[in-house]
Nanobody, 123 residues
């Protein structure tokens, strides 16, 4: 069982940066593929980024490619999402998730979810 807690959200102006952190409990964290998803009001949850258990493979949604970077530190049981050049359309609740996958952009491949962190980008 893995429990996930996000932190680092907040309010930022367009063009600014934020780094989200996701702290995981559980000895098997290093065996999980991790994903970041987001959900804006009135919209479905959408894929943002994913990283393999070793950190050697990553994959991004086209909307964030080149602006966001996902990374992980298995010694600290943590995964991160560095968000640069933020846009108002990036405003959403961001969730980290763990799944028994290498990498995946499919929400149903993830079994464990955090509570979410609000990111608001003002124009």
């Amino acid at each position: 069982q893995v429990q996930l807690v996000e932190s680092g959200g907040g309010l930022v102006q367009a063009g600014g940066s934020l780094r989200l952190s996701c702290a995981a409990s559980g000895r098997t964290f290093g065996s999980y593929g991790m994903g970041w998803f987001r959900q804006a009001p009135g919209k479905e949850r959408e894929f943002v980024a994913t990283i393999s258990w070793s950190g050697s493979r990553t994959y991004y949604a086209d909307s964030v490619k080149g602006r966001f970077t996902v990374s992980r530190d298995n010694t600290k049981n943590a995964v991160y999402l560095l968000m640069n050049s933020l846009k108002p359309e990036d405003t959403a609740v961001y969730y980290c998730a763990a799944g028994a996958v290498m990498i995946s952009d499919y929400v149903k491949n993830y079994d464990h979810w955090g509570q979410g962190a609000q990111v608001t980008v003002s124009s």
